[in-house]
C-alpha cells in the first residue's frame, strides 16, 4: 500500500514502525540517553526509538524538544525517520538539526498506518509504502 506524504526533511528509511496515536513531550517526556518515551502514562513508554522508523501525530511542549532529537541522534538512539500527522515546529527543527528524515501526512491519518508492521520511505516521491 502507498500513501501520499509531504516531505519536511529530505531522507530515505526503510523499517519497522513504532506506532503511537498520542502526542510526543520530547522535553519532558523523553530520555535521550535511553531513547525511549520516558512518562509511564505514554502509550509506548519504554519502547526504544533506535532502528525503528517513529510515528505520532505531533509534539508538544517547549521548542527545546528539538535539542532533545538532536541529542537523540547524538547519542545513537534516535530514529530512523519520523512521520506525523501534522509536523511542528519542534519537530521539524529537531529533524533539521538532526538529520532525521521527516515526513508529514497533510491528506491522510496517521490512524491508517497503525495496523503495518514496516515502512519505506523515499526522497524521490512524498510517497510511502507500508507493509
Same mark, same amino acid.
Given at each position: 500500500?502507498?500513501?501520499k ?41 519504554e519502547?526504544?526509538?533506535s ?18 532529537i ?8 534516535a ?6 500527522? #501534522? ?5 521539524a ?17 496517521? #490512524? ?20
Amino acid at each position: 500500500m502507498k500513501i501520499k506524504t509531504r516531505c519536511i526533511v529530505n531522507g530515505y528509511a526503510r523499517g519497522e514502525m513504532l506506532y503511537s496515536s498520542a502526542p510526543i513531550a520530547f522535553l519532558q517526556g523523553v530520555d535521550p540517553e535511553k531513547g525511549c518515551v520516558s512518562d509511564p502514562k505514554h502509550e509506548i513508554f519504554e519502547k526504544p526509538f533506535s532502528g525503528r522508523i517513529l510515528v505520532f501525530p505531533n509534539s508538544v511542549g517547549s521548542s527545546v524538544g528539538a535539542y532533545v532529537i538532536y541529542r537523540l541522534k547524538k547519542n545513537g538512539k534516535a530514529p530512523k525517520a519520523i512521520i506525523n500527522q #501534522s509536523s511542528d515546529i519542534i519537530t521539524a527543527s529537531g529533524c533539521a538539526i538532526a538529520g532525521i528524515p521527516l515526513y508529514d501526512l497533510p491528506e491522510n491519518s496517521i #490512524s491508517e498506518l497503525k495496523n503495518f508492521n514496516a515502512i519505506t520511505l523515499t526522497e524521490k516521491r512524498p510517497v510511502i509504502s507500508v507493509t
